[in-house]
């Protein structure tokens, strides 16, 4: 009993010292969730990309599926990019998202706002709805990397 009240209190005076990370024992695991977050996303959003392109047949029914997946994964990785975070791991994540996270936030919006649109785009199961949304999708991609990740 005696132990389990020290361990809330010791929990809980963590949570106060270490707010944003609460939810990752530490830096580095927040740094392995929001890339892998990001890399589940990519290869989704890859997918989708290559039917754009030509490069794999058009399949409708893949391309919901793939697009309803980037749509879900977009909503993650933020959450590993808390206060504290900016070193650690292999991370190439710029100061700037922490220095300017106004815009950092601004980017992540608009990539998320975009996947929905993706989203709906890919079960019109018409291929011209899917290019023009990939495209406007990949634009909010690449912003966020050419701003907020080291090469
Ligand atoms: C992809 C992928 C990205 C984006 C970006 C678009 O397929 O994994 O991060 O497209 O390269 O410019």
Redesign the pocket.
Known sequence: MLKTALYTSLFMSACLTFPAQAQFAKAEDAIKYRQSA?FV???H??RL?AMAQGKIPFDAKAAADNAALVETMSKLPWAGFGEGTDQGGNTKAKPEIWTDNTKFKDAAEKMQAEAVKLSAAAKTGKLEDLKSAVGTT??T??NC?DNFRNK
Do not use: I, Y
Request: one cysteine or more; glycine letters at 24%.
């Open positions: 990001l996303m990519g290869q959003f890859t990309a990949g634009g991609c690449k990397h």
